[in-house]
């Protein structure tokens, strides 16, 4: 329409884009846009964007609760990785192996996948957990014997260099050796490690437990942490000492699997260790809820408010309560601090209210946009106008607002 300015709001966008992906799901199966899709380039955007915004924990409890309805995936890497290691499993079960051929007519996605993994792996940005998973399954890193010489030779270039056996857990310039020294630890403690390869390594000065003195030398540091700092809580990236956060989660870890010695937990005890982190910052957030409620009357947490991992927090109990993965205890406290479940219908009953009030006063439901007393439910009431004008306001709605006299 020519001469014509058209403003595209950004509500109206979000509303296109989310039609978009609805028909996508109908046509594809799924909501996982290629990034760059050549027939709507902007949404494969968009459906980042939500993520991107989902992660601050600023998408609103509506659009957040639909775009679950439709099958949205927060992950997507970590579910394709998940459908692909499923995938293997089932090769494995069928053919006895996991050397999937590269140009596999069943699923030439799978052979791909493998090879990702072993480059992965090679340059040593594998998590542990993936690479335990893998390994349990039989997976073939690539030529086991040329492979094996080649870390050799690798640790005894760095035996002659540093003058020791001991590869740094992140060194750089070669990550991968590092993960072999462990595994020969490893099998060498379950009697699997062939006399030669021992007597080799042996040759080499290669010390078989060296975790007793670094493990020392972490909690040593970890003393020092809870004396400067009260607690043995490590923030994650912690410049001062990257390695210890690593130790420490490894200390929780193995008190999980119970693989942790008694000794080693009593001293843990001892200084105060939390097993349980997550337990610990979730009573801290709860205690920060209490107080809001004291203060505003209710706890509905604004996305941008000045504890801002507050209103996070909030926002993730609600996802995990949908999902059923809030443990009863939990559901039973916040329930009897009169938390919402669903904000978006607990924000409608009570801008209801507020109409319902304002009807008794002035005899009508007219609330004008920029009514001073209350701009909020103005902006409501007209958003109420458009979701019926729009098909999109439930039956049991339109029936209470019409019984109070409300023109659509």
């Given at each position: 329409?020519?001469?014509?300015?058209?403003?595209?709001?950004?509500?109206?966008?979000?509303?296109r884009?989310?039609?978009?992906?609805?028909?996508?799901?109908?046509?594809?199966?799924?909501?996982?846009?290629?990034?760059?899709?050549?027939?709507?380039?902007?949404?494969?955007?968009?459906?980042?964007?939500?993520?991107?915004?989902?992660?601050?924990?600023?998408?609103?409890s509506?659009?957040?609760?639909?775009?679950?309805?439709?099958?949205?995936?927060?992950d997507?890497?970590?579910?394709?990785?998940?459908r692909?290691?499923?995938?293997?499993?089932?090769?494995?079960?069928?053919?006895?192996?996991?050397?999937?051929?590269?140009?596999?007519?069943?699923?030439?996605?799978?052979?791909?996948?493998?090879?990702?993994?072993?480059?992965?792996?090679?340059?040593?940005?594998?998590?542990?957990?993936?690479?335990?998973?893998?390994e349990?399954?039989?997976?073939?890193?690539?030529?086991?014997?040329t492979?094996?010489?080649?870390?050799?030779?690798?640790?005894?270039?760095?035996?002659e260099?540093?003058?020791?056996?001991?590869?740094?857990?992140?060194?750089?310039?070669?990550?991968?050796?590092?993960?072999?020294?462990?595994?020969?630890?490893?099998?060498?403690?379950?009697?699997?490690?062939?006399?030669?390869r021992?007597?080799?390594l042996?040759?080499?000065?290669f010390?078989?437990?060296?975790?007793?003195?670094?493990?020392?030398?972490?909690?040593?540091?970890?003393?020092?942490?809870?004396?400067?700092?009260?607690?043995?809580?490590v923030?994650?990236?912690?410049s001062?000492?990257?390695?210890?956060?690593?130790?420490?989660?490894?200390?929780?870890?193995?008190?999980?699997?119970?693989?942790?010695?008694?000794?080693?937990?009593?001293?843990?005890?001892a200084?105060?260790?939390?097993?349980?982190?997550?337990?610990?910052?979730?009573?801290?957030?709860?205690s920060?809820?209490?107080?809001?409620?004291?203060?505003?009357?209710?706890?509905?947490?604004?996305?941008?408010?000045?504890?801002?991992?507050?209103?996070?927090?909030?926002?993730v109990?609600?996802?995990?309560?949908?999902?059923?993965?809030?443990?009863p205890?939990?559901?039973?406290?916040?329930?009897?601090?009169?938390?919402?479940?669903?904000?978006?219908?607990?924000?409608?009953?009570?801008?209801?209210?507020?109409?319902?009030?304002?009807?008794?006063?002035?005899?009508?439901?007219?609330?004008?946009?920029?009514?001073?007393?209350n701009?909020?439910?103005?902006?409501?009431?007209?958003?109420?106008?458009?979701?019926?004008?729009?098909?999109?306001?439930?039956?049991e709605?339109?029936?209470?607002?019409?019984?109070?006299?409300?023109?659509?």
């Amino acid at each position: 329409m020519t001469g014509t300015s058209w403003v595209l709001t950004v509500a109206t966008f979000w509303e296109r884009m989310f039609s978009a992906l609805v028909q996508f799901k109908t046509e594809h199966g799924h909501c996982d846009v290629p990034a760059k899709w050549s027939e709507n380039p902007q949404l494969g955007k968009w459906t980042n964007n939500q993520r991107t915004v989902f992660k601050r924990g600023e998408l609103s409890s509506d659009r957040l609760e639909r775009l679950e309805a439709i099958g949205f995936d927060w992950d997507p890497v970590a579910t394709f990785w998940e459908r692909m290691f499923s995938a293997l499993a089932r090769f494995k079960e069928e053919h006895g192996h996991c050397n999937v051929p590269r140009g596999w007519s069943e699923n030439p996605q799978l052979g791909k996948w493998t090879n990702r993994q072993r480059t992965v792996f090679k340059r040593g940005e594998l998590s542990p957990d993936r690479l335990e998973r893998l390994e349990e399954l039989g997976f073939n890193w690539g030529t086991v014997a040329t492979f094996r010489e080649r870390m050799f030779s690798e640790l005894a270039r760095f035996k002659e260099e540093h003058g020791h056996c001991d590869v740094p857990a992140k060194w750089s310039e070669n990550p991968q050796l590092r993960t072999w020294v462990n595994k020969q630890r490893a099998f060498y403690g379950s009697g699997k490690l062939s006399p030669d390869r021992v007597e080799r390594l042996n040759a080499l000065g290669f010390e078989w437990g060296p975790d007793a003195a670094r493990w020392e030398k972490r909690f040593s540091a970890l003393v020092r942490f809870k004396k400067e700092h009260g607690h043995c809580d490590v923030p994650a990236k912690w410049s001062e000492n990257p390695q210890l956060r690593t130790w420490v989660n490894k200390q929780r870890a193995f008190y999980g699997s119970g693989k942790l010695s008694p000794d080693r937990v009593e001293r843990l005890d001892a200084l105060g260790f939390e097993w349980g982190p997550h337990a610990a910052r979730w009573e801290k957030r709860f205690s920060a809820l209490v107080r809001f409620k004291k203060e505003h009357g209710h706890c509905d947490v604004p996305a941008k408010w000045s504890d801002p991992e507050l209103g996070r927090w909030v926002t993730v109990q609600r996802v995990v309560y949908r999902r059923g993965g809030l443990s009863p205890d939990r559901v039973e406290r916040l329930e009897a601090l009169g938390f919402e479940w669903d904000a978006f219908a607990a924000l409608w009953e009570k801008m209801f209210s507020e109409l319902v009030r304002f009807k008794k006063e002035h005899s009508h439901c007219d609330v004008p946009r920029a009514w001073s007393k209350n701009p909020v439910l103005g902006n409501w009431v007209g958003t109420q106008r458009l979701r019926s004008k729009k098909g999109r306001m439930t039956d049991e709605r339109r029936s209470r607002l019409k019984e109070i006299g409300f023109r659509f």
